[in-house]
């Protein structure tokens, strides 16, 4: 082998790899652009989701709906203790689903963000301050978060039911 075939070997490895490193570098960008665009559609969701929310708060019929519909589901329950059973029947329908509707939006909202962070969108710090605010809604005892979770666990995340599992285990 000459000298210029040599020199022409290694230019060719050399253009070889630079084109294998280019190859790979456009991967990780389709994968993070594929990631992005999931973190959109996620939040896209949850923004969704609020908005039907806010519309059933500002409903009183949906609102009496909603509370009617879950104070039957609670009173007819036979492992829901009798002090809470009489609690709920003193309760205005309206409150009981307001109760319910912002449980709700605190766990989806906290799934979104759990999900950003989970995607790398959101700091450590950021996360750690959201999670704190997780752990006391899931055990506040005037709060709702904890039965509305316990209600449905499985339309949850597996990730997300991981997380508050493992809270409620701390």
Request: net charge negative.
């Amino acid at each position: 082998m000459t000298r210029s075939e040599i020199v022409q070997a290694i230019i060719q490895g050399v253009g070889l790899m630079a084109v294998v490193i280019s190859l790979v570098f456009v991967g990780l960008q389709l994968r993070q652009s594929q990631e992005i665009a999931i973190a959109a559609q996620y939040q896209a969701r949850l923004d969704a989701a609020s908005s039907h929310y806010a519309a059933v708060l500002q409903s009183e019929p949906g609102l009496r709906v909603i509370g009617r519909d879950l104070k039957a589901s609670i009173l007819a329950d036979p492992g829901t203790p009798v002090e809470i059973k009489a609690w709920v029947e003193a309760q205005p329908e309206e409150e009981l689903a307001f109760r319910a509707v912002g449980a709700i939006i605190f766990l989806k909202s906290h799934d979104n963000v759990f999900f950003q962070y989970e995607k790398g969108f959101l700091s450590e710090e950021a996360w750690k301050a959201l999670r704190l605010q997780l752990k006391a809604g899931l055990n506040d005892p005037n709060s709702w978060v904890r039965s509305v979770y316990e209600e449905e666990p499985m339309v949850w995340r597996e990730s997300y039911r991981e997380l508050i599992q493992e809270i409620l285990a701390e």
